[in-house]
């Protein structure tokens, strides 16, 4: 069973960055796509970004130019860095891995709190 480890979030301030890291137990190469999901308090789980088995990055528009997704598969791991941070990106961030047609393997999440 491959199992997703995040790790990276915590409290910062308005403007402020964060780097979540998610480590995969197998590689990373396996699967067709990884990415991060939010899902903030009433809200439904929403794409953040996401990377291709060759690299090609999808954005969420309310993301765009402040955050990037990256990988290393010889570390089997995926990154987000976040900069410019909001308020509205406090949420638990969950990394998300595809291999179709087989469903998604999901991380534990980690809470990425904006606030002053």
């Known amino acids: 069973q491959v199992q997703l480890v995040e790790s990276g979030g915590g409290l910062v301030q308005p403007g402020g960055s964060l780097r979540l890291s998610c480590a995969v137990s197998s590689s990373i190469q396996m699967f067709n796509l990884m990415g991060w999901y939010r899902q903030a308090p009433g809200k439904q789980r929403e794409l953040v970004a996401s990377?291709?088995?060759?690299?090609?990055?999808n954005y969420a528009d309310s993301v765009k130019g402040r955050f990037t997704i990256s990988k290393d598969n010889a570390k089997n791991t995926v990154w987000l860095q976040m900069n410019s941070l909001k308020p509205d990106d406090t949420a638990v961030y969950y990394c998300?891995?595809?291999?179709?047609?087989?469903?998604?393997?999901w991380g534990q999440g980690t809470q990425v709190t904006v606030s002053s």
């Open positions: 998300n891995a595809r291999r179709f047609p087989s469903p998604p393997v």
């Open positions: 990377i291709g088995n060759g690299g090609t990055t």
